[in-house]
């Protein structure tokens, strides 16, 4: 089955400044990415996702790159503000078959002000 | 137009007693997952369901663990004989069908076994 890692596990970075969390993923037929956004007391919430036959996807400030010959995708948020701090979840799956959710472990993003 | 409804919010329970954790998804959504979150931790997947397929239950941590689904409405997510390590938060999530649509979740159940 499918297993995702992700990286790091926790995330410090100054208001304004870049953050970039990445994921790894082990089943090449996994074809779509998704990454949720998890707030304090909060279930998860989409943010953004990517299909395997594109290699890029930008929302604002969000972006979501992924390279499926090495099996890693990443989220990129740009101009960090306060009200990205949360824990972030990467995913890996097959899209149109009956496939459960994995989620990698988590990133713990806190934005210093 | 509600969104994913897990009831109760909070449960408390003592050592032993059994548990009943619901479900309600958004209406229409035939796919249906169950996930484990301990403090501070990652999603644990439970259990999946799909329309009338038979469910997904990998993700299951022991035969005390069981849920049912009727149809592609609500579902039940039972713990017998709770211990204290199952005092996590519980939630639940639903999507329009299978793959690769957005997952929406509820804003789970903490559950306190003391």
Redesign the interface.
Known sequence: ?ENVEQHPSTLSVQEGDSAVIKCTYSDSASN?F?W?KQEL??????II?I?SNVGEKKDQRIAVTLNKTAKHFSLHITETQPEDSAVY?CAA??????????????TRLSIRP | GAGVSQSPSNKVTEKGKDVELRCDPISGHTALYWYRQRLGQGLEFLIYFQGNSAPDKSGLPSDRFSAERTGESVSTLTIQRTQQEDSAVYLCASSLRQGDTEAFFGQGTRLTVV
């Open positions: 089955g779509y998704p949720y007391g909060k279930g998860p919430q989409l996702d299909r979840f799956l097959r899209y149109s078959s009956a496939s459960k959710i994995i989620f990698g472990s988590g």
